[in-house]
């Protein structure tokens, strides 16, 4: 069974770090490209990064650039979010997302999410 | 960058009628776009890539079509368990945006 499994959320106040995690099982990791998507809770959906098979690409939307990285170890079969300099506007669940491109290229359309991991930024 | 707009943002129709919801990018996508499902309390799920294509497993009422700016999703008999908000999301370029969501309740 394919599942994507992210932990590492929770409360931070603003201005400080979080590092977000998924492990990825069921399919052949390094295959495919991953991303990162969230949602505020009743909102709608932001992609926020991806990052190709190797790791040589990686892609973020506007409003992080800067303060988060994204990253993947193959041989773990994991991908991680670094969020650095937090503010109140990043709370939100952040889903792990598969590619669905083949080739390990971003393609991003995504075919299997996580269940996600809450990340409530506060003071 | 490209803004993805959806029509309406909500919408309550009956079992057994025929739902087009649209979708309108601000530039030309090609076809690089996908269509999902978010039921209550669940993960996203694709319906739709390719502007047209029926993912596997999803239900042969939902159908796609379009390209370039003006795409339609359309849901050929409403059944219950569409109860949902839809996205319509363009992967042409990054930032691989979403729109703003269609909700879709029975009437």
């Known amino acids: 069974e394919v599942q994507l499994v992210e932990s590492g959320g929770g409360l931070v106040q603003p201005g400080r770090s979080l590092r977000l995690s998924c492990a990825a099982s069921g399919f052949t990791f390094d295959d495919y490209a991953m991303h990162w998507v969230r949602q505020v809770p009743g909102k709608g959906l932001e992609w926020v990064s991806g990052?190709?098979?190797?790791?040589?690409?990686?892609y973020y939307v506007d409003s992080v650039k800067g303060r988060f990285t994204i990253s993947r170890d193959n041989a773990k079969d994991s991908l991680d979010l670094q969020m650095n300099s937090l503010r109140n506007e990043d709370t939100a669940l952040y889903y792990c997302?598969?590619?669905?491109?083949?080739?390990?290229?971003?393609?991003?359309?995504?075919?299997?999410w996580g269940q996600g991991t809450m990340v409530t930024v506060s003071s | 960058d490209i803004q993805m707009t959806q029509s309406p943002s909500s919408l309550s129709a009956s079992v057994g009628d025929r739902v087009t919801i649209t979708c309108r990018a601000s530039q030309g996508i090609n076809n690089y776009l996908a269509w999902y499902q978010q039921k209550p309390g669940k993960v996203p799920k694709v319906l739709i890539y390719?502007?047209?294509t029926l993912q596997s497993g999803a239900p042969s009422r939902f159908s796609g079509s379009g390209s370039e700016t003006d795409f339609t999703l359309t849901i050929s008999s409403l059944q219950p368990e569409d109860v949902a908000i839809y996205y319509c999301q363009k992967y042409n370029i990054a930032p691989y945006s979403f729109g703003q969501g269609t909700k879709l309740e029975i009437k």
């Open positions: 390719a502007a047209s």
């Open positions: 990052i190709n098979w190797n790791g040589g690409v990686a």
């Open positions: 997302v598969k590619d669905s491109g083949r080739f390990g290229e971003i393609l991003g359309a995504f075919d299997i």
